[in-house]
């Protein structure tokens, strides 16, 4: 079962900014629809796991992504292979970045398939309600690159209207993880696997 | 002297007596596989391959293993170093396959099982199964039987080859008839979809491992153990002696559980691994859908035929490519079944059929109802309808003009196949009365003025059964079958009740009560008064190396049997009566008296009951006299069918024992809007000779029709481009219900056969017939709009496709005609 998506928007930021936003799997991870947590590998591979499933059949799937390709500042691409429910989903999600005036052509376009018994038992279901998924994805990245930097905001999850979980916090001039502030009693660490955890919320910071 | 007669029972064979087995089975007192509940018994769930292809790259099952309550797992790879893979039927290169009950580095179709979890409970079972972590590679899916016969992706490197088998075969004087045709049609292209027969009861298995005595128990639905045990046994390194199977109730099973053996396999290595413990593996309909077994799938190509000036067919030329999925397992037997009907029901004698079965990355097949005859007897009903529209010559004609006439019968087939008795005509001439032939032909008429989709379809076909396993040998030379057998028990118990054990394996079909009939007519008593032994025990020894129920043939093969074991019984106690009497043999006469069954010395009060006949037998053995100290009343008769072996190298010689007909007509009309085809009318009529219960037959006949109608209109496996098993529930693969049934007017002739003791001839698979006349009338509603129904499954949505894409002009031109044949 193949779903294939394709589309474009544009956005009042510049290449860079976007590309920098895109190529960064921890300010892309949590934008996935229904995302539950997410483990950071190393900066290109990641896991996530996410909410899947069509009317009474559904799960948690848990997928390795990887950003395939990142050629700053025009494409990034990503592919994912992961389970659910009794099945395997490959994803792959490519975002190619054409410069306009004072804004950027974000052209997107992917392809998931699924093998087993959600294609089964769903399958009839799945594309629509995969185009559905790939729209909030869509719609979420959007906002995200729309929302001004927020001083202070740094780090504080916020709610997207288009989705159903927090987004991650939009600031495209985010600091690096050494300079957030740390926890009471706990020195300013890199930011590790350890601290994306089980049951996150979405929000990367501690 | 008062003489006193027998309260005579009437003859019990020909009436429709009520089924003993529905006084349980409606009160739900039935006991079937998943009924059964052992001491210490676990639960066998199994991890499924979601991909059609893909290289196993490792399977971890630590994470199941640690959860509380599951007992043990077994991977593909740890079969693969216990057990042997499974014989197969095939010549090389085909016996190169090496099939084991899991998939061992290589998934080959969606839902092959890769693990298996034994829990204390099926819910821990299947928790444990989803924590087996399956790593995979996937691979090109092969899924048309056209690009497997390419050998552009190989499933099975060991084979070399996706072809399983080919042979090519050729009657009569092909090229003559093709040289002297008034008539020559091409058709390109048929197909015969995928479908199942979806039993009510799924697959289920008990298996238990016992040290001590060193042998294997089964509790099993499968339906024709006994082959089953002659691929199990050598697997698992038993002798076939250590090995039990025994089954009781089954919810159908329609030649789909005959191929569940590597289940029943996993299970016992499981129950191995588990130190004995009974391991209970239920399928769920999900399962059943996507892996248990499918029916063949058939494509047709490049068919030539010939015909004269009359429309008589002179020859068919065709290559056909069958396609039996992942694993061959029971092919390739249907690259040769299909030859027992080669003429189908007319006076064809010239044909070529280059013949070619392939694997795919699809669920395997098994012998689905009417196994390979029904998508022969289809390919010839639709060239014979087809070549019927283009010649202009009507369908009922047509098809007089080509039948083969009853007095005709014996018949012999190009092939050396006899077909018993019949009368096609007759058969027609019910049907058309039955339908209101005439009546609706001026509907048609009308409508088809109007410019309705109206049209009326025959069916013609034949349901061959008790088949000659030496047809084995055509396709493999060195395989060790030939023949047909049964066998049957019938004794009297030591308090003279009469009980009756026979080889077969009932899924539905009302064995208990033919037998019964039969029994009783045979003693002249009455058949509450028989017992007849439920379901199958290996234990009973009352089987042979054919024992199952399939292929059409219980009433030939099961009532010959018992029919023999019976006479044999009779004609002990015939002479223990003569002795315990004192009266001479021919002076007895077996009856019902006052104290129930006995043997009475005729015109007298002088009588025997069977209790005392039982007595002197078993437990007063010393007062008979030693010259009747043999008898045992206690029978063990083995029929055995009057086949030879046919001559491989000519693929010639008698291939099945009886041949039922069926002719159904069917009504149709097709909504403009919604392209929905409507049932209007039905009618079936059956001839399977002398009809030993015609309540049983009629449900039989119904059944058979409500499947095709059912497989014609509403069923089939669809598969997606990656071998995705999209119709896996009921909400996508429909089976047909009472509320999509039509009224089925139902008529029966009998021909009785000169090839069974009884004049009966097997029945109930059907041959598909309504597969056959639905897509006649289909293709009559749409002649007019240049339509050929080409294609077994047509429903609305595939109705809307042919349609739209004639109006758009891209569909290719599937049939031409040559008028004039070079002279």
Redesign the interface.
Known sequence: ??IKFSGEFITPRSPDEVYEFLSDPSKFGPLLPDFESMTLQDTTHFTVKVRVGVGNIRGTAEIKMELAEASRPQRALYKGQGTAV???I?ISAGFDLLPLPESTRVAWQGEA?????L???A??MLEPVGRKNIQKLIDGLRWALTMPVAEGAVGEAVRSPLTETPAQSVPLSVPSYESQPAAAGQSPQSLTEDDVHEGHDGNLNP | MATSTHSKASGWVGRSLKRKEDARLIRGKGKFVDDIKLLGMFHLVFVRSPFAHAKITGVDVSAAEALPGVVCTLTGLEISRLIDPFFEIGPSPSNKILDYPMAVDRARYQGEPIAAVVAESPAIAEDAAELVRVDYEPLDAVIDSEVAATDTTILHDAMGTNVVWNGIFEYGEVEEAFAKAAHIIHIDHLHMHRFSSTPLENNAVIAQWDDNDQRLYFWSNNSFPTIGIQLLAPALHLRMDQVRVQTHDIGGSFGIKITNYPQMAVCALASRKANGAPIKWAETRSEHMVSSAHGNERTFRDTCVALDNDGVILAVDSRHIDDCGAYPRYEPLGCVIWSQVTPATYRLKNLRIDFTQVVTNKCPVGPNRGYSRMQHLWFLERVLDICSHELNIPADEMRLRNYIRPEEFPYTTPNGCIYDSGNYPGMLKLAKELIGWDEWQAERTKAQADGRWFGIGIGTTLDSGTNNFGQSQIVNPQAPFSGNSQAANAKLDIYGEVIVAVGSVPQGQGHETTVSQVVADILNIRPEMVNVRVGFDTERNVHTGHSGTYASQFVVSGLSAVNGAVQQLKAEMRKLAAFALQASEGELDFGVGKQGPEIRVRGSEKAVPYIGLANLANVNTAVVPEELRSLTLNCRYTWRAPFKVPDVQKKYGNLTLTYSSQLHIAVIEIDKQTYIPKILDYAAVDDCGHVINPMIVAGQVHGATAHGIGAALMERCAYDENGNMLSSTFSDYTPITAVNMPNVKYGNIETPSPHSYSGAKGMGEGGGAPLHCISAALQDALYAEGLIIDDSHNNASTLFELIQKKRRGELDLNVKVERDAVH
């Open positions: 079962m193949s009794g099945s395997q490959t398939n699924v093998f087993g018994k294609a089964s038992m399958g009839g």
